[in-house]
Structure formats: structure tokens, C-alpha cells
């Protein structure tokens, strides 16, 4: 089983600067990994996939990169409705899913 | 546009069994996958079951292998998760989700189980 492991755990940002968060497979996923943003009391929302691809309407200020096994999520210029937290996903074993344990991006 | 709305989750006895259901409006629903993703309180995600779209296959996560069963009915637009033998670890929110060439690209908004005595 690919496990995939995000760090941090919390980063604090001030809004309008940049964050950088990082996800980490055990093996080789490719390029088949998504991430997800989940705010309190919300349902997750689908931000990137194919490691690279931003969803429809989802902000050019969100970009993801990686390939292999070391993936980033990165997100100019924070807004305030930015602040959640953010899951990195691989479906290289679909139908099987497996997600990280989260990052939580705080307001500093 | 998209929806999908859970229903059926609620406080269940550890052995008990209990029946989601997910109403799908908005697309094709006989044409793609289907997904039940859970979240325990304050943890993170996990995926759970997967089906295809005529239900000939069905996947899990080893954790409810044998005790929940996951099915649909296109007639009725509709995606269900049977659980059975529940215990405590399976106190989550369970979300409905849309699998799109092979991305979860929709959720419903979840429905609430809790296992305890």
C-alpha cells in the first residue's frame, strides 16, 4: 500500500503571502495524485488532479507539481477564504483510494 | 447542476446495522462510478467503497470488508452502503462522491453515523 504523507501538519501564513504545502508517497504513484480543500463544516472540493490540473473554476493562484513520489501544493498570494485544510490523494491503484493525513492552513 | 444527498445516517449500538442512501441529480448517474469517502470526527479522509456503474464491481477498504456492502440502483438514481456488525471505529461522517476517469471530483455534503452504547 502507497502511503502518502503531508507536512506539515499546520502552516501558519499571513494572508496575501504564499504557501507551500507537501505530500509525500511511500512508492511511485506517478503523476496520479489530486488534492482537496475541506473547510469546517463543508464537504471536500477537488483543487487538482493528475498532480498537475487544475479543476474547473478552481483559482490560477492554486498550482500543483510533483511526479514520483514528492508532490507540492502551492498557493500564491493567500486568501482569506484559503484558509482550511488540504488533502493530497493517489489513485495510482484505483479503484482504490488512498488520502494523506491533511495540512491545515492557518491565518497567521 | 451536480448534487448528491446523503441521508440514513444516526446513532447505532456497536453490532448494529444501518443503511445510507445517496440521491444523485444533475448528471447521468448510471454512466460513472460511485464512491462512499468517510471522515471520524476531527480526523482526516478515508476512502471506503467504490462501484461501478452497472454495480458488477465493487471495491473496499479492508477495515469493512465483510460488513458493509455497497450497491445502486440507476432506476432510481440512487447509491447506497449497507453496514453491518458497526463498531465504534466506524463513527464517521459519510460522504457520497462522484468518480469522474478515475477522479472524485464530487461530494455530497455527508450524513452523520455514531456508534456507541
Known amino acids: 500500500e502507497r502511503v502518502m504523507t503531508q507536512s506539515p501538519a499546520t502552516l501558519s501564513v499571513s494572508p496575501g503571502e504564499r504557501a507551500t504545502l507537501s505530500c509525500r508517497a511511500s512508492q511511485s504513484v506517478s503523476s496520479n495524485v489530486a488534492w482537496y480543500q475541506q473547510k469546517p463544516g463543508q464537504a471536500p472540493r477537488l483543487l487538482i488532479y493528475?498532480?498537475?490540473t487544475r479543476a474547473p473554476g478552481i483559482p490560477a493562484r492554486f498550482t500543483g507539481s510533483g511526479s514520483g513520489t514528492e508532490f507540492t501544493l502551492t498557493i500564491s498570494s493567500l486568501q482569506s477564504e484559503d484558509f482550511a485544510v488540504y488533502y493530497c490523494?493517489?489513485?495510482?491503484?484505483?479503484?482504490?483510494?488512498?488520502f494523506g493525513q491533511g495540512t491545515k492552513l492557518e491565518l497567521k | 447542476e451536480v448534487q448528491l444527498v446523503e441521508s440514513g445516517g444516526g446513532l447505532v449500538q456497536p453490532g448494529g446495522s444501518l443503511r445510507l442512501s445517496c440521491a444523485a441529480s444533475?448528471?447521468?448517474?448510471?454512466?460513472?462510478?460511485m464512491s462512499w469517502v468517510r471522515q471520524a470526527p476531527g480526523k482526516g479522509l478515508e476512502w471506503v467503497a467504490s462501484v461501478k456503474q452497472d454495480g458488477s464491481e465493487k471495491y473496499y477498504v479492508d477495515s469493512v470488508k465483510g460488513r458493509f456492502t455497497v450497491s445502486r440502483d440507476n432506476a432510481k438514481n440512487s447509491l447506497y452502503l449497507q453496514m453491518n456488525s458497526l463498531r465504534a471505529e466506524d463513527t464517521a461522517m459519510y460522504y457520497c462522491?462522484?468518480?469522474?476517469?478515475?477522479?472524485?471530483?464530487?461530494w455530497g455534503q455527508g450524513t452523520l453515523v455514531i456508534v456507541s452504547s
Open positions: 444533475g448528471f447521468t448517474f448510471s454512466t460513472y462510478w
Open positions: 462522491a462522484r468518480i469522474s476517469d478515475v477522479i472524485i471530483n464530487y
Open positions: 493528475g498532480a498537475s
Open positions: 490523494q493517489h489513485y495510482s491503484n484505483w479503484p482504490f483510494y488512498t
